[in-house]
C-alpha cells in the first residue's frame, strides 16, 4: 500500500541556516504529495503542495519538488528563522477505491535558535 | 472561503465519563470529514472518515465512535473513556468532488483523561 517515511528528528538549526527535511513515499497511482506544518498546541496547517512529477511547490521561503524517479518530496528553506520552528510533516493524497485516501508521515520536529 | 470549527478546545474528563467532540465546516458542501489522534510526540493516527452523512469508516478498533448527523458536522464520542485516549484530536475535511485535493484541519481538542 501507499505509504510516507520521512527523516526523524529532531533538527535543530541556527538562525541562517539551511534547511533539509528528507520524505519519500511509495504509490500506487498517481499521487499528489504535500507538506503541512503544525506549530505548538495548533493543527496541522498546509505549507505546500505538488500535484504531479517535476513539480514545485513553494510558500514563505520553503521549497519542495515532486521527484518521481526518486520517490522523493524534500523540504527545503535556504535561510531559517526562529519562527519555522515547528513539527513538519509530508503527506500524500492518492485516489483508491473509496476515494481519496491520505498518507502522512510521522513528523520532523525543526528547532531554530537564535 | 471554508473553515473549520472544533470544541471544546481543551477537556480534562476522568476516567469512565463520556466524550462528545464536535467539528463543523463552513463555506463547502458534501466535503469529506475526518478524525485524527495525534499522542503525544507523535503522529497522525487516522480514527474515522466520513463521505456523507451517516456514512462512517472506522480505521482502528477503539472505543469512540463518530457520527455525522447533518452534510458539515462531525462528532466523536465515546460510552466510558480510558487513559488511553488523552491526545489531541483533529478534524480535517477534504474536497469530496476532487481526486487529489488537500486536506484542511482544524484548531484540535487537547484531551486529558484522568
Known amino acids: 500500500g501507499d505509504s510516507v517515511t520521512q527523516m526523524e528528528g529532531p533538527v535543530t538549526l541556527s538562525e541562517e541556516a539551511f534547511l533539509t527535511i528528507n520524505c519519500t513515499y511509495t504509490?500506487?497511482?498517481?499521487?499528489?504529495l504535500f507538506w503541512y506544518v503544525q506549530y505548538p498546541g495548533e493543527g496541522l496547517q498546509l505549507l505546500l503542495k505538488a500535484t504531479k512529477a517535476d513539480d514545485k511547490g513553494s510558500n514563505k521561503g520553503f521549497e519542495a519538488t515532486y521527484r518521481k524517479e526518486t520517490t522523493s518530496f524534500h523540504l527545503e528553506k535556504g535561510s531559517v528563522q526562529v519562527s519555522d520552528s515547528a513539527v513538519y510533516f509530508c503527506?500524500?493524497?492518492?485516489?483508491?477505491?473509496?476515494?481519496?485516501?491520505?498518507?502522512f508521515g510521522t513528523g520532523t520536529s525543526l528547532t531554530v535558535i537564535p | 472561503s471554508q473553515t473549520i470549527h472544533q470544541w471544546p478546545a481543551t477537556l480534562v474528563q476522568p476516567v469512565g465519563s463520556p466524550l462528545s467532540l464536535e467539528c463543523t465546516v463552513e463555506g463547502t458542501s458534501n466535503p469529506n470529514l475526518y478524525w485524527y489522534r495525534q499522542a503525544a510526540g507523535r503522529g497522525l493516527q487516522l480514527l474515522f472518515y466520513?463521505?456523507?452523512?451517516?456514512?462512517i469508516s472506522s480505521e482502528v478498533p477503539q472505543n469512540l465512535s463518530a457520527s455525522r448527523p447533518q452534510d458539515r458536522q462531525f462528532i466523536l464520542s465515546s460510552k466510558k473513556l480510558l487513559l488511553s485516549d488523552s491526545g489531541f484530536y483533529l478534524c480535517a475535511w477534504s474536497s469530496g468532488r476532487a481526486r487529489v485535493y488537500e486536506q484542511y484541519f482544524g484548531p484540535g481538542t487537547r484531551l486529558t483523561v484522568t
Open positions: 504509490a500506487t497511482g498517481y499521487p499528489s
Open positions: 466520513s463521505v456523507g452523512i451517516g456514512q
Open positions: 503527506a500524500l493524497s492518492d485516489w483508491g477505491n473509496t476515494g481519496n485516501q491520505f498518507y
